[in-house]
């Protein structure tokens, strides 16, 4: 009798600590550079975001911004605790305010395109010469930063327009109200196939590191760590492996801070202030 009294009260003793000892899966925001509407990302990456969140025993809450400039300040200020940010965003971000790589698209080298109307009579770069072009934004690494050096670099004279998003760069050339614009071939091939057909790629860059999956320093490494994991392993289930092709990625693939050395060299400098201030 008086070891089953024990016994009873060690499991009393037990219920009671282990609701308490529980805790709620960590809640993290994941932030989305906006290169498409907030409306297509939440689509497509809202899945994704289940999915890892379910797997590595986290809550990942999708974040993106209005804008690319509105995106940069919230990576500058730290309010994202996880980030998907384009090369040369990285390269800033990293020093402040400190968000380090864990993962990177597997395979991929980005690279930047110039897209005209289908039907459109310009052909070499030169035909642009005096021409407004669309970008989305100013540190919009592949979409904008290329394609302007490359046309600089040739003494290529032309006025820059800023539109938001790689979509929106698609849909005003498609629309006619520019000649020309800037993005990347995963957000071409990600475009509204209407708007797409409209299109042919005029210049293509060459190629570099490509986005960054980035944590904020204040996130334990520990749930960085399990992210990683299922992120790698996405590949090789087939829920994974479906979500990853929605969004033309073949697999994802570890990252560490050195890859992006390439974008560095190029001595690009646009967000000094914003990470100054």
């Known amino acids: 009798m008086k070891y089953l009294i024990q016994a009873v009260a060690a499991l009393f003793i037990l219920s009671t600590i282990q609701p308490a000892a529980a805790q709620e899966p960590p809640t ?9 509407s907030a409306t297509k990302l939440a689509r497509l990456w809202g899945p994704i975001m289940q999915y890892i969140g379910k797997k590595s025993g986290t809550r990942l809450v999708f974040k993106t911004a209005p804008n690319i400039p509105e ?29 380090e790589v864990f993962a990177r698209q597997k395979n991929k080298r980005i690279r930047g ?6 039907e459109s009579a310009i052909h070499p770069l030169h035909d642009l010469s005096g021409k407004t072009l669309a970008f989305p934004a100013p540190a919009a690494f ?3 930063v290329l394609p302007r050096a490359n046309l600089t670099n040739n003494d290529i004279p032309f006025s820059a327009k800023y539109v938001s998003s790689h979509d929106s760069v ?23 196939p209407a708007v797409r057909e409209q299109l042919r790629v005029l210049w293509t860059s060459e190629p570099f590191t490509p986005h960054a999956f980035a944590a904020h320093p204040r996130v334990d490494p520990a749930v960085i760590t399990r ?29 560490e801070d050195k890859d992006w050395d390439d974008v560095r060299a190029l001595g690009i400098d646009l967000l000094k202030k914003l990470t100054e201030g």
């Open 28 to 36: 993290l925001t994941f932030g989305l550079v906006p290169q498409q």
């Open 71 to 99: 995106f940069e300040r919230r990576c500058a200020k730290g309010e994202y605790d996880i980030a998907y940010m384009n090369p040369y965003h990285y390269t800033v971000f990293h020093r402040s305010p400190g968000y």
């Open 113 to 118: 395109i110039m897209v005209v109307r289908k």
């Open 142 to 144: 592949a979409a904008s």
């Open 170 to 192: 698609y849909r005003t050339v498609a629309k006619g109200l520019y000649v020309a614009g800037g993005g990347i071939q995963r957000t071409f091939n990600n475009v509204d």
């Open 227 to 255: 992210i990683r994991e299922v992120m790698i392993n996405m590949e090789n289930d087939p829920e994974g492996k479906q979500l990853l092709t929605n969004i033309n990625f073949k697999g994802i693939e570890a990252g």
